[in-house]
T-cell receptor, first 113, second 110 residues
């Protein structure tokens, strides 16, 4: 079966711009989580959605936002990009929170210049 | 993020040797203890997981040992192979988002 699909795979943006990343979960998975991975901070939790509702949010500024659609696909948006937002953004889906294990996509590599 | 402490940060093991990675956690509400494996350019992938009602679980060359009273669990890779070279993360969870440790970069050399 198809895995978690993230688009685009690579993105280069300029400081001050905004960006939208997309995640299509495994069919039947209703929980989608987003993570930011950087060499310095490692993997940090951004937010989690379940059935179109945000269930948890990490410690990131309000410039980071997300949403989930009725088909469980999710998007995250980063506004007013900063150089420090350069990272690998990973999406993970699961049947439910935590217990069922998560399947990660290959990520979107965002570079802010 | 300080809820999970993983050690060592990096590990070099000879091919055929045993790799051991440790994880200590603080939140006693955690009830699912997985290890994820990540190769460069890829997202993490679930490798093996254990629930707190057992002390050990083995899947092929990979074994999790769990010590509930010490709030620690470890990953043992027997007969380590160069293809095992990756970054490993312990991610204890419960009714909470995954909490990642800093990761352990394993290099298996021939």
């Amino acid at each position: 079966k198809a895995g978690v699909t993230q688009t685009p795979r690579y993105l280069i943006k300029t400081r001050g711009q905004q960006v939208t990343l997309s995640c299509s979960p495994i069919s039947g998975h209703r929980s989608v989580s987003w993570y930011q991975q950087t060499p310095g901070q490692g993997l940090q939790f951004l937010f989690e959605y379940f059935s179109e509702t945000q269930r948890n949010k990490g410690n990131f500024p309000g410039r980071f936002s997300g949403r989930q659609f009725s088909n469980s696909r999710s998007e995250m948006n980063v506004s007013t990009l900063e150089l420090g937002d350069s990272a690998l953004y990973l999406c993970a889906s699961s049947l439910g929170q935590g217990i069922h294990g998560y399947t990660f996509g290959s990520g979107t590599r965002l570079t802010v210049v | 993020q300080q809820q999970v402490k993983q050690s060592p940060q990096s590990l070099i093991v000879q091919k055929g040797g045993i790799s051991i990675i440790n994880c200590a956690y603080e939140n006693t509400a955690f009830d699912y203890f997985p290890w994820y494996q990540q190769f460069p350019g890829k997202g993490p992938a679930l490798l093996i997981a254990i629930r707190p009602d057992v002390s050990e679980k083995k899947e092929g060359r990979f074994t999790i040992s769990f010590n509930k009273s010490a709030k620690q669990f470890s990953l043992h890779i027997m007969d380590s192979q160069p293809g095992d070279s990756a970054t490993y993360f312990c991610t204890p969870s419960g009714n909470t988002p995954l909490v990642f440790g800093k990761g352990t970069r394993l290099s298996v050399i021939a």
